[in-house]
């Protein structure tokens, strides 16, 4: 295990990955998972797939391989045990709007299978089987398809003469599942099978109506039952069967509209099932087929959108709102009427538009916080989470109790809106400060969590109701989009490990390429594109900015930013603005001097150190093309520069002690005009605006053209490469790119990946040899091999919050061991060989773990902790029941000797007292210090017994 542990830290930290940007809200909106055994999220992100760690907020992986937008994602129930771990696969099913369907091992992101369902239409929903995690059905409108992953083949397919638009498996039967269509008709399959296609397809109700209004509840005529309504009803049943035609009354209503948005079984209560209608919610009973309970929206507020409900917490429900509001309703006991706790308002509205910059699109339910997250032995009620993706590609994480026993009007000091009206009002949760890294500290998480105690504002609701407390967790980052420059550092000791990219917002993120995040944030000017950015040194960065808001004059600004203090300084300022803007701006190898190039006006050279102008090269009003000579060529007192003229006249100067001055050195740059220009070593490449790359080998004076047929060349970048290798990276001006070799003469990939996908390079860069970064035109940055076709990569060893991560013979050892350290957790003599390869491990997984263990006497306890970290759940229920026969054995025990105890007490007349002792003194021995020790020490024996037992 040590060897293969070893063998998982030497992954490469350059590897090819995807840093996401904005959510495309036609396509992703639906697209969010929250898995219940890795405890992880996943979401769609235009056309790939983004993995985060919920409670560290680090973005663990991406997958990027669908052609289309990606419209589904669900986590398969496969569980880890020691059977198993052998060949176990942390496995995920998504698909995309054109029906691909891929089956994915996260952990080394390759695709296990590849489901062709071209013939069956659009996607619509993914279900993996509850109980048979090899199943997983597919429903595609008109078709419902089951796929068996151990043979790869299709099972059965499903017609249905109508569209469908949902499906769910009952938690409690699964042979049994219900199908909603858009037109408000709910069916239901009663005989699912693996090998045959069902029999048993009910048509059974259908709920459509007005969008507002009060219901009135009435039963129908034999065998039908209905919600019949009047002008102000919200809702409608009508059961029929499949066979039957539709009668008048049917046949009226089928020209209604539907209001039905969703339905689903309840994860807590048999044969109950929650219907989502836009502005209500019906809770129906199937085993005497009526509604049990609803709860309305009043008429001032948003429409739903989803509705969230959670296995662990039947007495609070979620629903998420048309204005990317979050209401919380709670239960009254033994019924399912539900009264409003809070509205929640989970992202700012502008005040100037009155309109939310970023909107809420979807909604997912965690599972319980484990001990060892939520703190050991809490007295605290059990706090859940809740993730809600929003448009900008962010994952916003909110953890929340009910606490039973607060008064109905309690708001805490750091609400933002009081609540105390006959209407409630919304409360704003803050957004996360923009430089602020996205990881929270587990020992500090309690004191730098922003907290918000909500509480119903409804005067009408019974005094008493509990109050639900949520917590912002945390928010993670996405890029700006779109995105307009980026820049790799290749400087000090950040070199391949920093990006700093520039979008048209005016912000500038600085991208660990270590771990694909955002780690700091900068507005520099609202609505202000940043451009041509670049590295000076490993805490600097320098670019330029255009604002074109006058009518007949341009503000150019030249500034330079310190990432470590956000120290903002400006060069060539000109606050009155001027006729002319910035093109462009090269930086030499030294980092000593930028040149600015304008247009239609002389471009100038600037001292960097000293922040004055060199020279202003006035015989040029016009260049095409500019770079300066490499590296080897230059020294902080001596840079040479070249550049070209729109009549294809190749030019050098260099600045030596300050001063600028022309050379005479013949080249050949093409006939062209040439529009890019790049230099290293023997070789002077450039590129011309009908698509020609010219390539002047001046130590053997030789030049040769290589035609792409791709158009205007917008940039040209070698590789950074130690050895004679001379490969350019070439940007074309229609957003394609590829790569060249210059010693073969050959073309060694071209972006034909992205662009079957429609996606177009707005920016491009290398990050290391063989490892081009590309910036996007959907927002994101990919990381491509050299083939320009791979952006995916094995999961780094990082520590994560779910193990299941690792290596599979990684995770089963660390399962084992966690599971049998109980046996020296306590104990003073040296370690056993158990935590000595825990050690192993000490730097991959959770410390809370280890500690919760330690902390944690009881045997049952530590392997509900260790099934909890795992996200087993026949183990964690197996050891819950466990637990609680134990317990109630005990208690029996306990009460048997109390009372045998008693017996032989009164037989002795010591409980009721001796005869002439009227003041107590005989008091028994369980009431004295004496017989409190003896209680306390047979409880440690009982313990010891379980333990055995165990």
């Known amino acids: 295990g040590t060897k293969q542990l070893e063998m998982s830290r030497s992954v490469p930290t350059g590897q090819f990955s995807v840093v996401s940007g904005p959510i495309n809200a036609s396509f992703n909106s639906a697209c969010l998972d929250w898995g219940s055994r890795t405890n992880l999220v996943a979401f769609g992100c235009e056309t790939y797939v983004v993995i985060t760690d919920p409670f560290s907020l680090k973005r663990v992986q991406t997958l990027d391989a669908h052609p289309s937008r990606v419209v589904q994602v669900k986590w398969c129930p496969y569980d880890l045990t020691l059977a ?33 369902t071209a ?98 509840l009435e039963e129908g005529e034999g065998r039908s039952l209905g919600i019949f309504e009047d002008n102000r009803s919200s809702a409608e049943f009508s059961d029929r069967e499949a066979s039957s035609d539709l009668d008048p009354v049917n046949k009226s209503m089928e020209a209604r509209k539907s209001t039905l948005l969703s339905a689903q079984y309840s994860p807590f209560a048999r044969h109950v099932m929650f219907f989502l209608l836009k502005r209500r919610v019906m809770v129906f009973d199937l085993s005497v087929h009526r509604p049990i309970g609803s709860l ?114 309690f708001l805490h000091k750091r609400s933002i809106r009081n609540v105390a009206s006959p209407s409630p009002s919304p409360l704003v949760l803050p957004p996360p400060p923009p430089l602020q890294q996205p990881y929270i500290q587990q020992q500090k998480q309690e004191q730098e969590e922003q907290e918000l105690d909500l509480e119903s504002a409804d005067r009408n609701t019974k005094k008493g109701t509990p109050c639900a407390r949520l917590l912002l967790s945390g928010v993670t980052q996405a890029l700006s989009c779109p995105i307009f420059s980026i820049s790799v550092c290749n400087i000090g000791v950040n070199a391949a490990k920093m990006v700093a990219v520039g979008s048209a917002q005016g912000l500038v993120q600085i991208v660990s390429l270590q771990t694909m995040s955002i780690v700091s944030e900068f507005r520099i000017q609202p609505a202000i594109a940043i451009r041509g950015i670049k590295w000076l040194d490993s805490s600097n960065v ?64 600037w001292d960097l150190k000293t922040g004055n102008i060199l020279k202003s090269v006035s015989s040029f009003m016009e260049i095409t093309a500019l770079e300066w000579a490499p590296s080897v060529r230059s020294t902080n007192d001596n840079e040479t520069f070249i550049f070209t003229t729109p009549d294809g006249q190749l030019q050098h100067y260099k600045i030596e002690n300050n001063v600028v001055s022309p050379l005479k050195i013949t080249s050949d740059v093409g006939l062209g005009i040439v529009s890019g220009i790049a230099w290293k070593g023997k070789y002077i490449v450039t590129g011309d605006s009908v698509g020609n790359l010219n390539y002047f080998n001046y130590t053997q004076n030789k030049f040769q053209t290589f035609s792409t047929d791709r158009g205007i060349v917008r940039r040209i970048q070698f590789e950074p490469s130690s050895a004679d290798t001379y490969r350019v990276l070439v940007h074309f001006n229609d957003g394609t790119f590829g790569i060249w070799d210059l010693e073969s003469n050959q073309r060694v990939a071209t972006s034909s990946y992205l662009q079957q996908r429609n996606l177009k390079a707005q920016a491009v860069d290398w990050v290391s040899e063989g490892s081009p970064i590309v910036a996007c035109s959907d927002g994101s940055l990919r990381i491509l091999d050299k083939s320009l076709s791979i952006s ?55 410390p809370s773990v280890i500690e919760a263990l330690k902390s944690e006497p009881k045997i049952a306890k530590q392997q509900i902790l260790v099934s909890q970290y795992f996200g087993n759940v026949p183990e964690k229920e197996f050891w819950m029941v466990a637990s609680h026969s134990l317990k109630t054995s005990r208690a029996r025990l306990q009460g048997q000797s109390r009372i045998e105890e008693a017996r032989k007490a009164t037989q002795r007349g010591g409980l009721w007292g001796n005869k002439g002792n009227s003041s107590g003194e005989g008091t028994h021995e369980m009431d004295t210090e004496e017989g409190k020790e003896k209680e306390r020490e047979r409880e440690r024996e009982e313990d010891n017994q379980e333990e055995e037992e165990l």
């Open 84 to 116: 198993n771990f052998a060949n176990y696969k942390v496995i995920l099913a998504s698909g995309d709007a054109m029906g691909n369907i891929f089956i994915w091992d996260v952990p080394q992101a390759t695709i296990i299978s590849n489901m062709p």
């Open 119 to 216: 013939q069956y239409g659009p996607l619509v929903e993914l279900q993996w089987h509850p109980s048979k995690p090899y199943l997983l059905l597919g429903l595609f409108a008109n078709y419902l398809v089951l796929w068996n992953l151990q043979t790869n083949d299709t099972q059965w397919v499903y017609n249905f003469k109508e569209p469908m638009d949902s499906f769910s498996f009952d938690p409690y039967h699964d042979q049994q599942m219900c199908l909603t269509t858009q037109q408000g008709w709910i069916y239901f399959i009663r005989d699912f099978r693996e090998l045959a296609k069902p029999n048993q397809v009910e048509l059974k109700y259908r709920m459509f109506g007005p969008e507002g209004g009060d219901s009135r």
């Open 296 to 409: 309305t929206l009043d008429k001032n507020r948003a429409d739903f959108v989803q509705l969230l409900l959670c296995k662990e917490n039947p007495d609070t429900l979620f629903c998420l709102h048309e204005d990317g509001m979050l209401s919380s309703w709670y239960k009254r006991p033994s019924t399912y009427t539900y009264d409003l706790q809070c509205f929640i308002e989970l992202t700012p509205t502008n005040l100037q538009s009155r309109k939310k910059e970023i909107e809420i699109l979807s909604m997912a339910a965690g599972p319980p916080l484990p001990e060892f997250v939520d703190g050991p032995k809490s007295k605290k009620p059990k706090s859940h989470l809740i993730s809600a993706l929003r448009s900008n590609g962010s994952l916003l994480v909110l953890k929340y109790r009910v606490q039973p026993h607060l008064p109905p009007i």
């Open 542 to 605: 320098i670019f330029f900015t255009i604002d074109n808001s006058h009518k007949t004059k341009y503000i150019n600004k030249v500034i330079t930013l310190n990432i470590d203090s956000g120290k903002i300084d400006q060069i060539r300022k000109k606050p009155d603005g001027e006729t002319t803007y910035v093109r462009g701006i090269r930086i030499s190898h030294s980092r000593r001097y930028v040149i600015i190039l304008l247009r239609s006006v002389p471009f100038q050279i």
């Open 792 to 846: 995916n990569s094995p999961v780094q060893v990082v520590p994560t919050y779910s193990p299941l991560m690792l290596p599979p013979q990684q995770a089963g050892l660390l399962k084992v061991l966690l599971s049998h350290a109980f046996l020296n957790w306590n104990d003073s003599k040296p370690p056993l060989p158990v935590l000595s390869h825990l050690k192993t491990f000490e730097q991959l997984i959770n």
